[in-house]
């Protein structure tokens, strides 16, 4: 009782002690964020940031359990590293990958690209359009089908903005024809930053739409969404 009144009667001064004894969940968070810093600056992919965190936290766990003289370094110390490794993969996830495999290699070309896909979402109704969320599994820029393959973090997705004289469902299957796009962004506001938080690089202004036979939703969401609807 009297040591714990004269620690708070003599709180710390100088910055060493003050920085030393704030809680441990500040300094995960500290470098957390120091870790999304390091993945901008050193380019790792995100397996080899992945697996600098596995390691962090097994060297973790054997400090802990391990005695001091076979292991000197404090548990903590690995905790925060772990912490810093996963920023950086963190960082290394939010970083989209485009190549020949993703709808949004093709944005912008200047003709027109037949593109195979099934909704995702409700179509979202408005006035005068109808949005549609699109997962894309194949494309043909004129020389047949090419698979379109989802990584594993990454999802090829499209939004569509269609006319409002057809009515669509969860999970149809539907082919599309027309030119795709970057989102565009202005000083204002940035639609493309608004749709890359969703995971959505392409876009279609306009769009000549065939709904094929079949059904890739989820059975329960088709279920739900039906149930919804009625």
């Known amino acids: 009782m009297i040591k714990g009144t004269m620690q708070a009667a003599n709180p710390p001064t100088s910055l060493l002690e003050r920085l030393t004894t704030q809680p ?4 995960f968070s500290l470098f957390f964020l120091a870790g999304i810093a390091l993945g901008w600056l050193v380019s790792l992919p995100l397996w080899g940031w992945g697996l600098l965190a596995l390691l962090s936290l097994l060297l973790a766990l054997l400090a802990r359990f391990l005695p001091t003289s076979r292991f000197p370094l404090p548990t903590f110390t690995f905790v925060l590293l772990l912490a810093l490794f996963l920023g950086a993969a963190r960082y290394q996830y939010s970083v989209p990958k485009f190549d020949a495999f993703h709808i ?6 200047d003709y027109d690209l037949l593109i195979t896909g099934y909704l995702t979402e409700p179509p979202d109704y408005r006035d005068t359009y109808t949005n549609l969320r699109v997962r894309v599994t194949a494309v043909d820029t004129g020389d047949g089908d090419l698979p379109i393959t989802d990584s594993l973090f990454e999802k ?3 939004l569509v903005r269609a006319s409002n004289n057809q009515t669509f469902e969860y999970g149809q299957k539907i082919r599309l024809r027309g030119k795709l796009k970057t989102p565009p962004e202005n000083e204002d506001f940035s639609y493309r930053d608004y749709l890359a938080a969703q995971r959505i690089h392409s876009y279609m202004t306009t769009a000549v739409i065939t709904v094929l036979p079949g059904n890739n939703g989820n059975l329960i969401f088709r ?6 609807d009625r």
């Open 156 to 158: 090829s997705l499209l």
């Open 104 to 109: 949004a290699f093709f944005n912008d070309r």
């Open 24 to 27: 441990p969940l500040m300094w």
């Open 223 to 228: 279920a739900l969404y039906a149930f919804k």
